[in-house]
């Protein structure tokens, strides 16, 4: 049963993705800012984490190569992303970026699910 300790906990807990989600090394913060201004979060979602038009990137980031591959060549539902829409430097640093971002937390080390 659901009750107002549950609430904040639930809102705690997401509290504490968020920030995680937004924080990341200043080695990876220009392939952040890339893959906002190329768009990739808005089927990938902000972190990589999938959504309902694209699947997860994160946390197995396939290989730099296979990743540039399937931009520059896809016909399925993703548009494909030519050299000069999106500079083989800024796949590089989107690729970084994706590397980057941590692995979510075991849903058992996560208390408030545990009950």
Same mark, same amino acid.
């Given at each position: 049963? /659901?009750?107002?300790?549950?609430? &904040? ?9 968020? &920030? =995680?989600?937004?924080?990341? !090394?200043?080695? !990876? %913060? ?5 893959? +906002?201004? *190329?768009?990739? /979060?808005?089927? *990938? =979602?902000? +972190?990589? @984490?999938?959504? $309902?038009? =694209?699947?997860?990137? +994160?946390?197995? &980031?396939?290989?730099? %190569? ?16 030519? %050299? ?8 590089? %640093?989107? *690729? ?13 080390? $996560?208390?408030?699910?545990? @009950?």
């Amino acid at each position: 049963m /659901w009750n107002v300790r549950n609430c &904040v906990g639930l809102a705690a807990l997401a509290a504490g993705l968020i &920030v =995680g989600a937004g924080s990341s !090394s200043s080695a !990876s %913060e220009k392939g952040k800012a890339l893959y +906002v201004k *190329h768009g990739c /979060w808005q089927c *990938h =979602g902000f +972190v990589g @984490q999938g959504g $309902i038009a =694209g699947p997860a990137l +994160v946390p197995n &980031v396939m290989p730099l %190569e296979a990743m540039t591959n399937f931009m520059r060549s896809s016909n399925r539902a993703m548009p494909p992303y030519s %050299e000069a829409i999106l500079p083989n430097a800024d796949m590089k %640093e989107i *690729h970084a970026y994706l590397g980057s971002v941590p692995k979510p937390a075991d849903p058992k080390s $996560i208390p408030l699910l545990s @009950q």
